[in-house]
């Protein structure tokens, strides 16, 4: 539902994407509450097996479970402003709410060099949870949440505000709240935890060419040892090889995603029929399937 939404070209549709969101997530902690409190005049009620919201909502629910006194994302944004922030956090404090220095920690920018990503949509992922490099195929989360940023698009009653030192915060004067982070984060961050535990997440994009899949591959292969980084030119060939093979059957993102490990073997096998290294391409790609593809 959501993220024909989100990656939508079109401003109007991605921000009603971000605010049904919002609201799916309210009305989700509704549900929660309603169903936490039945379990508590009733211990053995259905609440303790999920209820009806199903186990895999309540305990993707259960974290942000009303700190502060107040519900979801409020609670949250209470909860850090109760805590001494540390401005190295990058899940507490919004990139753009970091000093300027500190906007992109280092570990950020060394993964979006080795990635070839945008610094931006690395350090908005690590803020919202989402394994840059693990996890490519859940980057139009953190995308969305860049693009609300760029736009200066805030949920209803949120204001971005600046203090007289310099310092980005947000601010719900309706609800007496502020926060360094960035209020689409909670519902956002929440769509990932649902999409990760049904299986969703994989590190390839919809959008890769051929190329960019073979190129993933190799850095794999390189990285469990199965091939010689001490060669660039060795490797750069083989990926080079790989991306024309990929080409001739039209292995990209797009179907990669639509692939299971039997329906991969066949066309890896077809695709590489007579390459020696067959075994240990499966064994790699097999683990860039999303998990709801591999049983």
Same mark, same amino acid.
């Given at each position: 539902?959501?993220?024909?939404?989100?990656?939508?070209?079109?401003?109007?549709?991605?921000?009603?994407?971000?605010?049904?969101?919002?609201?799916?997530?309210?009305?989700?902690?509704?549900?929660?509450?309603?169903?936490?409190?039945?379990?508590? $005049?009733?211990?053995? +009620?259905?609440?303790?097996?999920?209820? #009806? &919201?199903?186990?895999? @909502? *309540?305990?993707? /629910?259960? %974290?942000?479970?009303?700190?502060?006194?107040?519900?979801?994302?409020?609670?949250?944004?209470?909860?850090?402003?109760?805590?001494?922030?540390?401005?190295?956090?990058?899940?507490?404090?919004?990139?753009?709410?970091?000093?300027?220095?500190?906007?992109?920690?280092?570990?950020?920018?060394?993964?979006?060099?080795?990635?070839?990503?945008?610094?931006?949509?690395?350090?908005?992922?690590?803020?919202?949870?989402?394994?840059? $490099?693990?996890?490519? +195929?859940?980057?139009?989360?953190?995308? #969305? &949440?860049?693009?609300? @940023? *760029?736009?200066? /698009?805030? %949920?209803?009653?949120?204001?971005?505000?600046?203090?007289?030192?310099?310092?980005?915060?947000?601010?719900?004067?309706?609800?007496?709240?502020?926060?360094?982070?960035?209020?689409?984060?909670?519902?956002?961050?929440?769509?990932?935890?649902?999409?990760?535990?049904?299986?969703?997440?994989?590190?390839?994009?919809?959008?890769?060419?051929?190329?960019?899949?073979?190129?993933?591959?190799?850095?794999?292969?390189?990285?469990?040892?199965?091939?010689?980084?001490?060669?660039?030119?060795?490797? #750069?060939?083989?990926?080079?090889?790989?991306?024309?093979?990929?080409?001739?059957?039209?292995?990209?993102?797009?179907?990669?995603?639509?692939?299971?490990?039997?329906?991969?073997?066949?066309?890896?096998?077809?695709?590489?029929?007579?390459?020696?290294?067959?075994?240990?391409?499966?064994?790699?790609?097999?683990?860039?399937?999303?998990?709801?593809?591999?049983?």
């Amino acid at each position: 539902l959501f993220e024909p939404l989100l990656r939508h070209g079109d401003q109007d549709v991605r921000l009603a994407g971000l605010e049904l969101l919002q609201k799916a997530k309210e009305t989700l902690e509704g549900l929660w509450q309603s169903e936490d409190g039945a379990a508590d $005049a009733a211990p053995n +009620s259905r609440r303790s097996s999920g209820g #009806a &919201l199903g186990k895999t @909502v *309540s305990d993707f /629910l259960a %974290p942000a479970k009303f700190a502060g006194g107040a519900p979801g994302l409020l609670g949250l944004a209470a909860e850090a402003e109760e805590e001494e922030e540390d401005v190295h956090d990058e899940t507490i404090i919004a990139p753009e709410c970091r000093d300027a220095e500190v906007r992109h920690s280092a570990e950020a920018q060394a993964l979006a060099a080795q990635l070839s990503l945008s610094v931006d949509t690395v350090s908005y992922a690590r803020h919202i949870g989402v394994d840059a $490099a693990d996890e490519r +195929s859940l980057l139009w989360v953190a995308e #969305a &949440l860049e693009w609300a @940023v *760029s736009n200066g /698009l805030n %949920p209803p009653s949120w204001q971005m505000k600046r203090a007289p030192e310099g310092t980005i915060f947000y601010e719900n004067e309706q609800l007496g709240f502020r926060c360094h982070d960035n209020p689409h984060s909670s519902a956002l961050s929440c769509l990932v935890r649902l999409l990760r535990v049904d299986g969703y997440a994989a590190p390839f994009d919809l959008a890769w060419t051929p190329a960019q899949v073979a190129q993933e591959v190799v850095r794999r292969l390189t990285a469990k040892g199965l091939a010689d980084a001490s060669h660039p030119q060795r490797l #750069a060939e083989r990926q080079r090889a790989l991306a024309a093979r990929f080409a001739e059957v039209d292995l990209c993102g797009a179907k990669l995603a639509t692939l299971d490990a039997r329906s991969l073997e066949v066309e890896l096998r077809a695709a590489l029929e007579g390459d020696a290294k067959q075994d240990d391409l499966l064994a790699v790609m097999l683990t860039m399937l999303p998990r709801v593809a591999r049983s």
